[in-house]
């Protein structure tokens, strides 16, 4: 089945950064684009960036465009999110995702800007 051990999240200064890294299992994953989904608290899931199944095309939402970047790594069916420059409005839980038909979540990391 479809799993997703999800790490690096934590708590971090603004203007600080973190790189969070999703690994799949469960599913061919270079077949697949993947996302990353946060949710803040008291608001709904929003998308934040994805990428394509060969990593050549990727799309951030605006509120994080130019200060994180997806990418991935076939070889070890890891995604990533480098996340530079953190503002406290960037603090939510942030969910790897992957649409086969449904979609699958991964369990969550929890990032918290804070000074």
């Known amino acids: 089945q479809v799993q997703f051990v999800e790490s690096g999240g934590g708590l971090v200064q603004p203007g600080g950064s973190l790189r969070l890294a999703c690994a799949a299992s469960?599913?061919?994953?270079?077949?697949?684009?993947m996302n990353w989904y946060r949710q803040a608290p008291g608001k709904g899931r929003e998308l934040v960036a994805s990428?394509?199944?060969?990593?050549?095309?990727?799309y951030y939402a605006d509120s994080v465009k130019g200060r994180f970047t997806i990418s991935r790594d076939n070889a070890r069916n890891t995604v990533y999110l480098q996340m530079n420059s953190l503002k406290p409005e960037d603090t939510a839980v942030y969910y790897c995702?992957?649409?086969?038909?449904?979609?699958?979540w991964g369990q969550g990391t929890q990032v918290t800007v804070s000074s």
């Open positions: 990428i394509s199944n060969t990593g050549g095309s990727t």
């Open positions: 469960g599913f061919t994953f270079n077949n697949y684009a």
């Open positions: 995702n992957v649409v086969r038909g449904v979609d699958y």
